[in-house]
């Protein structure tokens, strides 16, 4: 496995991540374990920064995707790390202001925000919208409106780009679920609409075109069209203020994964917005929203082996205690990941097995095929490059508690997410009073 951030292998031949010995770790806080570096989650925060605050052409503003991984803690350190906050349902505007974001850096997206959340976003003070379709336009200038306030806006535009990455998870394609199509004019028509509104102010444009992108051209190609767009709005006298480019940044899970450097594609943004901005009067602040490429490579699961099965001939199956309810990606995805054995990191590996979740399903795989030692029942099974979207989709299937969530830091362990317990689990269920069992009396 590909060591990441402050991960390394200590005298005892144990993986270590944050100075912290991960078998200890494993008798500490029990297994399945998300490890996060909090060490690397800040210096890839800092990177991305630096990487912009070097293009001196025009302000470039960093924003942190929490969907990718959101927990106070964590909002603590985007918070410290000076970035801005993208938010995309109530929760996870909720987890922000309970940690003491400030409200002014957070942004909203999504594509189906409802009254409420509308509501308590505005009331909250929060920064921008990022305005998704025309629905949400009207429903956003009604609530702001009946609350006396502006709420400022950038419009989501879906530019017709399809990114060369997993379907699932493409979504600057024309046919999307996400934004006002650019093509069709439907996102020029959402500009002039939202300029005669009374309780929105229209401010810039925003375009994601996928994640776990590894070129710079889907990112400049979008950056094209985007400015055709803006370009079109300033000739009819609304010209923008912002140009976010969204995140997308791809992060290496296997050797196949060649990661563009942060200051690569931020160099080729910044050029791009350069040339295809000239027409503008004033160039326009240029924001990214990156989530995985933050914390992803900086999150480590830790599993115990469990069974281990042989098929004859075809295959070794290695369970461990967590799965498709932990980590999601392999199933949805059929992304690969990497491991080693936390507590036998040293030696050399003898059998190529499969890594077997223990959900009652079959896809419920996590590794197919890797070259390991000779595994046994009480290894510590860690698997790397999940800080992104292995929490923050997380599922009690199987009523499997969800497992805790540590921070690292120079031989620090702080829990941020406590293990959900059994009582967790069933704690929301209530059973209507004709199901409830009769306690017969004698009497
Ligand atoms: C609008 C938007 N911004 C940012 C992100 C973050 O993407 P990534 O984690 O790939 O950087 C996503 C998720 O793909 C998204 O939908
Ligand atoms: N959840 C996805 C990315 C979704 C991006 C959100 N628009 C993943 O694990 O790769």
């Not at 500009?191 to 401010?203: C, D, I, P, W, Y």
């Not at 205690?321 to 392999?330: A, K, S, Y």
């Not at 959900?359 to 030692?373: F, V």
């Not at 046994?376 to 860690?382: C, F, N, P």
């Amino acid at each position: 496995m590909y060591l990441h951030g402050t991960s390394r292998i200590n005298r005892q031949g144990h993986l270590e991540i944050g100075g912290c010995d991960t078998v200890e770790l494993a008798k500490r806080f029990g297994t399945p374990l998300y490890v996060m570096d909090e060490e690397m989650i800040r210096e890839r925060m800092r990177s991305f920064v630096k990487a912009c605050r070097e293009q001196t052409d025009f302000a470039f503003r960093v924003a942190y995707a929490s969907k990718a991984f959101n927990t106070l803690a964590m909002c603590r350190v985007v918070e410290e790390e000076g970035l801005m906050l993208d938010v995309v349902s109530e929760g996870e505007l909720v987890t922000a202001l309970a940690a003491g974001f400030p409200a002014e850096r957070i942004y909203f997206h999504g594509n189906n925000k409802s009254k409420g959340e509308i509501k308590r976003a505005i009331s909250a003070g929060i920064g921008w919208f990022v305005v998704d379709n025309f629905v949400e336009l009207e429903l956003l200038q009604q609530v702001a409106n009946s609350l006396g306030q502006v709420a400022r806006i950038l419009l989501r535009v879906s530019p017709g780009i399809e990114a060369h990455t997993h379907s699932y998870i493409q979504t600057g394609q024309e046919d999307s679920k996400f934004g006002f199509d650019l093509a069709s004019g439907q996102a020029f028509e959402a500009a002039r609409l939202s300029k005669k509104m009374k309780g929105v102010q229209f401010e810039g444009l925003h375009c994601h075109i996928g994640s776990q992108i590894f070129e710079t051209e889907a990112f400049t190609l979008a950056i094209g069209k985007m400015a055709r767009l803006a370009e079109q709005c300033e000739q009819a006298g609304y010209p923008i203020s912002i140009l976010n480019v969204g995140g997308g940044f791809g992060i290496r899970y296997s050797a196949d994964d060649k990661p563009l450097a942060v200051e690569e594609v931020i160099q080729a943004i910044a050029e791009t917005v350069k040339r295809e901005f000239r027409f503008a009067a004033h160039q326009p602040e240029i924001w990214v929203e990156p989530g995985r490429a933050v914390v992803g490579e900086a999150g480590t699961t830790l599993y115990t082996v469990g069974t281990v099965k042989k098929v004859p001939g075809i295959r070794k199956y290695v369970a461990v205690d967590g799965g498709m309810t932990d980590n999601l990606r392999p199933a949805l995805y059929q992304a690969k990941y990497e491991a080693l054995l936390a507590n036998r990191a040293t030696e050399t590996e003898t059998e190529v097995v499969s890594i077997a979740g223990k959900c009652c399903e079959s896809g419920d795989m996590l590794i197919w095929d890797i070259a390991l030692p000779k595994v046994k029942q009480g290894d510590i099974l860690a698997v790397g490059c999940t800080g992104a979207y292995n929490y923050s989709m997380a599922s009690n299937y199987n009523r499997l508690p969800r497992p805790a969530v540590i921070f690292v830091n120079k031989g620090e362990a702080d829990i941020v997410v406590e293990r959900e317990t059994l009582e967790d689990v069933i704690a929301h269920d209530r059973i209507p009073m004709r199901l409830q069992k009769q306690m017969v009396s004698e009497a």
